[in-house]
């Protein structure tokens, strides 16, 4: 990471380390680092004498923060100069910017003297007509019609008393809009009291059925999840919807608005019968409606999207996190399908090492059917390069492809060939690339995506990373996230994923040896022509041989790049060459060789790691030292293993309520989990379905990849939806009753219970296959979480909807 600025004020590092709940050398110790270069996973592996074991999840918290703080402090910087070159820079004003801690503060304390276009309160000024606005607000008792009159001025463009009234009016709405703490108030009370409404625009039902939950539907904005915000926004960015933010339940008609009150109180301004006070009261009400509504409306508007982005993006890094480090199968020659109808499925065959040494396309499915001609063809292939796995991509035409694939298997025992649906996410992103020209050039695009389905089940991390992490399709709604916020966070996780797993530098890409740290796309190039050019690379040493890859460079890759078969056995493993001399002593005080010591469990656990600290190295480097040469390049991901769909299940419509199916975990959201069973639709385990007791967070319980077993709680054909649960003593809908009968739920579990369902089932429901590769939202309608209340029955078919409703939760309140 590139040093953010040059400066870093002490009141910024102990405001992280207050907030971190860590010492405040141990941030400074850390933005130290960040600003000399190092990167988040360098300086969580290797600097944790400095940082005092500061873990990767607070370093990139750290780095988080001190990014928003120093953006605070430039924009302070900036503001103070700006009212200064105004000559209004008060030492009280000065005080008030400095003291500021939020964007949001500081933007309101400087609103009054922001440079704008020339507005209606302006105008009234220049007329001469802010003598009148502060004596009608000082003495009510002037009669206002009275004291306009000696303000007009035909020169000045105030042609009569009611325009000088006007003038007064706009001046003192602008006071009062501007006041800052008057506007801090009321956006917290307006937070913590209002709404977001949304209703159906008149002749868009049917055109936008797929927000049908939404056609008359509102919620506190202290309640709304980030799926329902970001489903709501995109509604209305699609004219299907209007929303409104309103600030409170609505009051009897004629009533005055709270919030008025409020501003009223803080000028002084009040009913006592004298002759200005219902024209001051007339002044609020005008100010809150066209001035302060809509300047708060804007601001949380702002506000409930950004919180539902920085959710969605945590949503979509953790999936991304789960889904690089899914199990391996490792060097296992696999045959990689690329299923498909009129076009055929493409098939490629990669050995051990991920080298495509075999392409064919073969038509067993409609229109051609030539069946036979593809088991035969593929039995032919697995027997040739000595096949072990077959990939099966999971788009359109996976579950016949599947079926091919268990024939072939069930045809040809002596093969022992082990079948595995993959997800497909990206592989067409991938086939297009300018990367896959590159290592596959003379290969046809079609063929391309087989070849990364077979290399993503041997290793997904290396294959993955060659694709844009946004078009691997784990996310929430994230073509409508900022840009730079999610490919800052995925990025964030890519590199987290590829230094903790570490990266083979003779075998690894050039998008893999990108993301190691203080490598980049640059250097990876050149250290993929070195190697070309001149062989494998024979120690870590050879590395500094590299065109550009300079001392800091080595410092940040080395440990994560591992040779193995080197000069140095300790190049294979994720010990720093800083620190060989460390593992020398350990050496020299065991008696005997390198390579005897590592692995060696007995001998390093004789050791006393005190014995080996020093002034450079800690006793938290000694002991990664000890461990890591204890289990030498160890892979953290875990073991390999496959599901099994259920024969005879292949579509939506073969499934019925009380099914017990192995799946895998495609999906995991604030709501719930998506699983696949093997009939291109995934089914909907929700948090209040998961387990008997109380759960926070469904990542708890299972991750992207995981395989579990779930029983079919019920189906809706229409709709599209399954909806699956993880307990399977529950008790699944009987035929024809669309009420699903859970027992042992917890009273804690239900309110979570009423968020996330319905709603298209949440993100990442839908059908799969045809074209939906590309990482985008798969099912093209609304995704995420509950069934939004509304008065009246359920819709047909919505169990969990009707379920609420007989249990009284739904608040007949909400429309």
Known sequence: MA???????????????????????????????????????????????????????????????????????????AILDSVREQ??????????????????RLEDIYLPFKPKRRTKAQIAREAGLEPLADGLLGDPGVEPVAAAAAFVDADKGVADAQAALDGARAILAERFSEDADLIGELRERMWVRGRLAAKVREGKEEAGAKF?????????????????????LRGEKE?????????????????????????????????????????????????????????LGIDLRLRLRTGAEDEAVRVFASNLRDLLLAAPAGTRATLGLDPGF??????????????????????????????????????????????????????????????LAGELITKHPELKLTKVMVSEAGASVYSASAFASQELPDMDVSLRGAVSIARRLQDPLAELVKIDPKSIGVGQYQHDLSEVKLSRSLDAVVEDCVNGVGVDVNTASAPL???????????????????????????????????????????????????????????????????????????????????????DAAALRSLRPDDFVDDVFGLPTVTDILKELEKPGRDPRPAFKTATFKDGVEKISDLAAGMVLEGVVTNVAAFGAFVDVGVHQDGLVHVSAMSKTFVKDPRDVVKPGDIVKVKVMDIDIPRKRISLTLRLDDEAAPEGDARPKRGGRPPQQRQQ??????????????????????????????????????????????AMAEALRKAGLVDPKRR
């Open 3 to 77: 040093a953010l600025t040059t400066s870093t004020p002490a009141s910024i590092e102990s405001r992280i380390a207050e907030e971190l709940g860590v010492r405040e050398r141990q941030v400074k110790a850390a933005v130290d680092l960040l600003d000399g270069g190092s990167t988040v996973p360098f300086i969580a592996r290797y600097r944790k004498e400095a940082t005092e074991m500061l873990d990767d999840a607070q370093l990139r918290t750290l780095e988080e923060r001190l990014r928003y703080l120093r953006e605070l402090e430039e924009r302070r910087a």
């Open 87 to 104: 000559g209004k820079l008060t030492d009280e004003l000065e005080a008030r910017i400095r003291e500021a801690d939020t964007k949001a």
């Open 212 to 232: 049908a939950d939404y056609f008359d539907f509102a919620e506190p904005f202290t309640e709304l999840p980030s799926h329902r915000v970001l489903a709501m």
């Open 239 to 295: 004219e299907v919807l209007d929303l409104v933010l309103e600030p409170e339940e609505a009051a009897e008609p004629g009533t005055p608005s709270s919030y008025e009150g409020i501003v009223a109180h803080r000028f002084g301004v009040a009913d006592r019968g004298r002759p200005g006070d219902k024209w001051l009261k007339d002044t609020v009400r005008w100010s809150w409606r066209t001035r302060i509504l809509v300047h």
């Open 342 to 403: 009129r076009t055929g499925v493409k098939v490629a065959v990669v050995d051990a090492t991920g080298k495509v040494v075999a392409t064919d396309v073969i038509h067993p499915h409609v229109p051609a059917n030539k069946w036979d001609e593809a088991i035969a063809k593929l039995a032919r292939l697995a027997a040739e390069h000595a096949v072990d796995l077959i990939a099966i991509g999971n788009g359109t035409a996976s579950r016949e492809t599947d079926k």
């Open 513 to 599: 040896l990108a993301r190691v740290s203080g490598i980049g796309a640059g250097l990876s190039e050149n250290i993929v022509a070195h190697r070309d050019a001149n062989g494998p690379f024979t120690s870590r040493k050879g590395l500094k041989d590299v065109a550009r890859l300079g001392p800091k460079a080595y410092e940040q890759c080395a440990g994560f790049l591992r040779i193995r078969g080197g000069d140095d056995p300790l190049d294979a493993s994720s010990v720093h060459p800083e620190a060989y001399p460390v593992v020398r002593k350990m050496v020299k005080s065991s008696g005997g060789e390198v390579a005897s010591l590592i692995g």
């Open 753 to 798: 219970g009423q968020q996330g369902q319905g709603q298209g089932q949440g993100q990442g429901q839908g059908q799969r296959g045809g074209g939906q590769r590309g990482g985008g939202q798969r099912g093209g309608g609304q995704r995420g979480g509950q069934k939004p209340q509304r008065q009246g029955p359920p819709p047909a078919n919505d």
